[in-house]
């Protein structure tokens, strides 16, 4: 039996010059977290994410000042365009950049989406017309491609034992950049009115009033673009590969055998990737269920924001930008800490998908309470608002790591970078959809504040809870398979 076992350890193959092989290598001598690749995940998804809907606060005060609405209830319509213009752009591009970052490595479509950030998210800070702030927001979206092969990424940087962890680092860092973004708009944004002992009205954040929380974001983008050109390459480039020799990442990924003993490994060369994440259900089906809760989490982060700054008489909060970015960093803070002390629990306790399913009950009945917000007032408002604001990110968080662990163990390494492609490009189409049909239905409700059928804001959450509920059901079998081990 020695002599049968022994050749199995030999075919574990090193090959010079692969980056992939490198990483793999130092996998194996080591079994410690990867705490340097960890912290590079972590602060290029935070990058990532900030801009995305750091407008959302000033939005609504921005389409006001570029007087392309006519009436004060028309600004929610024209406001859901400019949103959806980044995610549209996303769903154009995402599949093509995880397609490069299969071919070519992560590193660089990584470093290309951190240095599209710094150059677009000025512009849009620049913006003097509404076809301007559309367009830079769409080539942002365009060239941010990054969020995919970031996924994968760490998943290839850490063993398998820490994978979970490292799937765990991009959504805190993403849910995270999904409120702190804001929290820098809201704070930020027209720092001339907010801050005249500091700003005046003549000086260029007075003319550019929202300006500054770009700025902000576009300058950390600047630091982590330079800390990452240190950043580990992790795919693997094989010039060839000798008969009868498995390499590491060939051992170490799951594939299954025929009744005649033939594997997916050797049948991988001939066979097109495309086609087989397509036909992979357990994949296909987590990136529906994705889309599904992405397409209710951007409908909600911008309806919640205008929602807050519209007036009490139409069933808003009156609440300020600045009120806003309050709100929005208490929830980050909160998410943080429960990211790194409770959810490892509830996860290992409950798993990916029970923990979502959990998650998406809880979010019913919340936001159906959020209308009947506006008639508090004073302290017992901002406690209430608080307090369901951070819960409502908390739970929205659960469902959607659940989702990435489910992706990314459909796949072997080879179709990760694709997979994630497949994912973002759905995911995007859906959160480009999301802010034009968000913002077209809030302005809608805010005309029909006396109707007999969910007057008013009623409405808004009403069709948000009834998204939320087509994702639970979806979660369920026999239309979500989880991957098999």
């Known amino acids: 039996m020695a002599e049968n076992t022994e050749p199995l350890l030999k075919r574990k193959v090193y090959f010079d010059g692969c980056p992939g092989c490198k990483q793999d290598r130092r996998k ?64 154009l591009t995402s599949l093509f950049w995880g397609v490069v970052a299969d071919r070519y490595g992560r590193k660089p479509v990584i470093l290309l989406g951190i240095f599209s950030v710094t150059i677009f998210n000025t512009l849009f800070g620049l913006s003097t017309s509404y076809w301007m702030a559309i367009t830079t927001r769409l080539l942002l979206g365009s060239l941010n491609g990054l969020l995919g092969p970031i996924k994968a990424y760490s998943i290839e940087v850490c063993r398998q034992e820490h994978q979970a962890l490292g799937l765990s680092l991009v959504t805190t860092a993403w849910g995270i950049g999904l409120i702190v973004g804001p929290a820098l708009g809201g704070f930020f944004a027209q720092p001339a009115e907010k801050y005249p002992e500091i700003f005046s009205q003549d000086s260029l954040f007075g003319r550019f009033p929202y300006f500054l929380p770009c700025l902000c974001i576009s300058l950390f983008a600047v630091c982590v673009l330079i800390g990452s050109l240190w950043l580990p390459e992790t795919l693997h480039k094989h010039d060839s590969k000798k008969k009868g020799e498995t390499t590491i990442e060939d051992v170490e990924t799951p594939y299954s055998s025929d009744s005649k003993g033939h594997t997916d490994k050797d049948e991988e060369s ?43 008489s139409y069933g808003g ?75 409502k990110n908390v739970l929205s968080v659960m469902i959607v790591i659940g989702l990435f662990i489910l992706q990314n163990n459909a796949v072997s390494q080879e179709q990760r970078g694709a997979a994630n492609g497949i994912a973002m490009t759905a995911m995007s189409f859906f959160k480009a959809i999301a802010p034009a049909a968000g913002g077209a239905i809030f302005s809608w409700a805010q005309k029909r504040q006396h109707a007999s059928f969910f007057p008013g804001d009623q409405m808004v959450f009403f069709i948000l809870n009834v998204v939320e509920l087509i994702g639970l059901l979806f979660s369920f079998k026999p239309f979500l398979i989880e991957p098999s081990k």
């Open 270 to 312: 001939d066979t097109q990737p495309k086609a087989n994440l397509f036909k992979n259900w357990p994949l296909m089906s987590s990136v529906i269920v994705y889309c599904i809760f992405s397409l209710h989490d951007m409908a909600y982060t911008e309806i919640f924001s205008l929602w807050a700054v519209s007036d009490k």
């Open 28 to 91: 194996e001598a080591s079994s410690g977290i990867p705490y340097k690749e960890f912290f590079y995940v972590w602060i290029i998804t935070l990058c990532t994410a900030l801009p995305i809907s750091s407008l959302f606060p000033f939005i609504y005060f921005m389409i006001r000042d570029l007087h392309v609405a006519k009436r004060e209830e028309d600004i929610g319509f024209y406001a859901g365009f400019v949103g959806a213009s980044f995610m549209f752009g996303r769903a």
């Open 317 to 391: 909060l009156s609440f300020s930008s600045q009120d806003v970015g309050e709100v929005l960093s208490i929830s980050g803070f909160g998410l943080l800490v429960f990211q790194i002390l409770l959810y490892p629990r509830i996860e290992k306790l409950l798993g990916p998908v029970s923990s979502l399913r959990v998650a998406s009950v809880l979010a019913v009945p919340l936001l159906a309470a959020y209308p009947f917000m506006s008639k508090l007032s004073g302290l017992q408002l901002t406690l209430i608002v608080n307090c369901a604001s951070l819960l």
